[in-house]
């Protein structure tokens, strides 16, 4: 059973910029691969962006592709989903999972993950 804290999540205007965390507790990151999530007021959720042990990037949400950059400092023990230009469809509470690699269908996580935590709520409006 993992443990990941989801931090740096606030309310911003839509153009604005947040960079969250994902932080392991009692692991070592570094031979994961790490996703991104989101779940909005009534919809499932949904994957964002993941990142493998190799430094590769999948990405699983076209509406993020140009805005959105995942990237991880395994000497922190963290990885980070940098958000630019967000907009208002970009509200959702944001998790993180990690997995031996980046599933090519994000419903893979849906299935095999059990251990979601209490995310971080990204909020965006005029």
């Known amino acids: 059973q993992l443990q990941l804290v989801e931090s740096g999540g606030g309310s911003v205007r839509p153009g604005g910029s947040l960079r969250l965390s994902c932080a392991a507790s009692?692991?070592?990151?570094?031979?994961?691969?790490v996703g991104w999530f989101r779940q909005a007021p009534g919809k499932e959720r949904e994957g964002v962006l993941c990142i493998s042990s190799n430094y590769d990037s999948t990405n699983y949400e076209d509406s993020v592709k140009g805005r959105f950059t995942i990237s991880r400092d395994n000497a922190k023990n963290t990885v980070y989903l940098q958000m630019n230009n967000l907009k208002p469809d970009d509200t959702a509470i944001y998790y993180c999972a990690a997995a031996s690699i980046c599933y090519r269908n994000y419903r893979v996580w849906m299935t095999a993950y059990e251990n979601w935590g209490q995310g971080t709520q990204v909020t965006v409006s005029s």
């Open positions: 009692g692991f070592t990151l570094d031979d994961f691969a």
